[in-house]
């Protein structure tokens, strides 16, 4: 019996050991948080204008203007600082100064929703250096100006200006006849040039996806809608986007330039199909409801991205 009473003391110490949450080790799934997605971005149109070279810097007497290195290095940096950002299609627009200029208060048909205008303002090159006894040091720094324009192409307002400078620089130093010996450094003019712009990409992201994206009715036929846009800006089948019809416009005699009363919600568009090969021409066909619109007056409404 001792043996007996000893066995069934372990059997009971051991089944007490084992915890009870041991018997449903099976890990519920978590919830998703919808919150943690990304929110997807329309992308804005822009074309990059008239970037011009306003220093005095290698204007010798050939000089072209149209032909200028320093405006091409200055155009090429700030057209790959924005397309490395995801959230634009560039337009290359040869033609854009004359369609500026034709455009007057029609800015639309450039076809772009800004237009952005720089010039190189300051440019200077300085070699410094620094002889000693068995050592000589030399420093050549490049200082450059940049000065943008960020106009809006359905207003033609300029809603973003500013300025800034970029620095660059690179020693050489050489002991007793061993070291590096550095020669005129033509790389100097892009950095000094893409730290200016650096310092400006960022305000002009910011003031183009402030403004929500618009579209525009081009046509309706049988209940269709067409619209401009399409899926290079990030648009996609079932996307629904409201329709405004256009505020009234009144003058502000203090600047004595008209303003555009917020518009009125009269409906819903939603993306049917999507039809088109390049930015410049992609459309959307869509749906509507909402209260009736104007056929003989398209140009009095506009879809909006909120």
Known sequence: MRYFYMLFAVLLSLSMAIPVSAQNTETLPEESDNSSQTQRTIKRKVAIGRFTNETQYAKGLFYDRENDPMRKQALD????????????????????DVLVAESGDNMRKIGADYII??????????????????????TQTVEAGVSIRLVDAYTGLIVYSDEAKGYAETTSKETLGIGGYAGFDATLSDKAISAALSQLVENIINKCMDQPWKSYILSAEDGTYIISGGQSQGLAAGDTFPVYKKGKKVMNPQTGLEIELPGTKVGEVTIISMYGDTPESEISFCSYSGNDIDISNLLQYYISEK
């Open 77 to 96: 940096i700030l057209s790959s600082k924005l397309a490395s950002s995801g959230k634009f299609i560039l337009l290359e627009r040869d033609d854009l």
């Open 117 to 138: 205008l720089g010039s190189i303002t300051e440019f200077g090159r300085k070699t410094e250096g620094q002889q000693k006894v068995f050592t000589s040091i030399k």
